[in-house]
C-alpha cells in the first residue's frame, strides 16, 4: 500500500512541474502574457460580428444576440480543438524521454488535460460576463455545462492520440489531420445555427457529429434543454467510447512506436 501511495504521489508531482512549466513557458516571453486568454477570443467575435453585419454570412436565428453566439461557440469548438492539439504532438514533444526514462504515459497525458482545462477556464469566465451582459439568464442545468463537455472533449483527445501515432508512422497523414481539424469548423455550426438554409452544407451539418457534440454544452448552458437529443446521446456515447479504445491502444503500441522514433 504504501509502495502504491509513493508511485501515485510521485506521479502527481510530475504531473503538477509538467504543467507549472508548460504554462509559464507559453506566456512568459509574451508582453501581454496571460491577457493573450481574453484578446483572441474577443478578435475572433468581431471578425464574425462584421463578416454578419455586412452581410456576407447569415447565420439564422440564433435565439441570442449573435455577438455572444459567435464567442460561446467559438470558445467550445476552441475547447475541442485544443483537446486535440493538446495530445496530437505528445509522442513527438515527449518521446525521447518516455522511451529513454521508461516515464509511463500516463502523467504526460494526465498533464495535457489538466493545462488544457486551466487554458480554457479563464477565458470561459469573459464568456459568462458577456452571455449575461446581452441579457441571459441561466438556470440550474447550466451546472451540467462541464458534464456536457465531456464527450466531445473525449472525442478531441482520441483524436489527438490517434494522430500522435501518425505523426511518427505516417507524418502526411498527420498533417492532413490537422488540416481537417480547421475545415471542420466550418463544417459545423459554430459561427451559423444547425438550421443553416444552404441546401448542401445543410446536409452535411445534419449528419456531422460535431453539430450534436458543440451544440449540446450550448444547449444546455444558455436554454437548459437539449435539441435533437436522441442523436446527441449517440454521438455523445460512441465519442467516450472511442476515447477509452484509443487510450488502450496508445498505451499498448506506444512504446513500439517510440522505438521507431529513437532509432531515427
Not at 444576440?65 to 475547447?79: E, H, K, N
Not at 504532438?89 to 495535457?112: D, H, S, W
Request: proline share 5%; aromatic share 14%.
Amino acid at each position: 500500500m504504501g509502495r502504491f501511495y509513493d508511485k501515485m504521489m510521485g506521479r502527481g508531482f510530475l504531473v503538477q512541474q509538467l504543467s507549472i512549466t508548460e504554462i509559464v513557458g507559453a506566456y512568459k516571453k509574451s508582453f501581454l502574457g496571460l491577457t493573450w486568454m481574453f484578446v483572441l477570443p474577443l478578435l475572433a467575435v468581431v471578425i464574425w460580428v462584421f463578416l454578419n453585419g455586412a452581410g456576407i454570412i447569415d447565420p439564422g436565428d440564433t435565439g441570442m444576440p449573435y455577438p455572444a453566439y459567435v464567442l460561446l461557440s467559438t470558445s467550445i469548438w476552441g475547447f475541442y480543438l485544443e483537446a486535440y492539439k493538446s495530445t496530437s504532438n505528445l509522442l513527438v514533444t515527449n518521446g525521447r524521454m518516455l522511451i529513454m526514462a521508461k516515464v509511463p504515459f500516463e502523467p504526460f497525458i494526465t498533464q495535457k488535460i489538466v493545462v488544457h482545462l486551466i487554458n480554457f477556464i479563464i477565458p470561459f469566465l469573459l464568456n459568462v460576463i458577456v452571455l449575461l451582459f446581452f441579457g441571459i439568464r441561466f438556470s440550474w442545468w447550466s451546472l451540467l455545462f462541464p458534464l456536457a463537455l465531456v464527450p466531445l472533449f473525449c472525442l478531441g483527445l482520441a483524436i489527438g492520440m490517434f494522430t500522435a501515432i501518425l505523426r511518427i508512422i505516417a507524418v502526411d497523414l498527420g498533417t492532413i489531420i490537422d488540416e481537417g481539424m480547421k475545415l471542420m469548423m466550418f463544417l459545423t455550426p459554430v459561427v451559423y445555427t444547425a438550421n443553416v438554409s444552404a441546401g448542401y452544407l445543410q446536409s452535411i451539418v445534419k449528419y456531422n457529429p460535431l453539430t450534436y457534440l458543440v451544440g449540446l454544452p450550448r444547449d444546455v448552458l444558455v436554454s437548459g434543454h437539449i435539441n435533437h437529443i436522441w442523436a446527441t446521446v449517440v454521438c455523445a456515447s460512441v465519442s467516450i467510447f472511442i476515447f477509452f479504445v484509443t487510450y488502450r491502444m496508445l498505451i499498448k503500441v506506444g512504446r513500439r512506436v517510440l522505438e521507431r522514433l529513437v532509432n531515427n
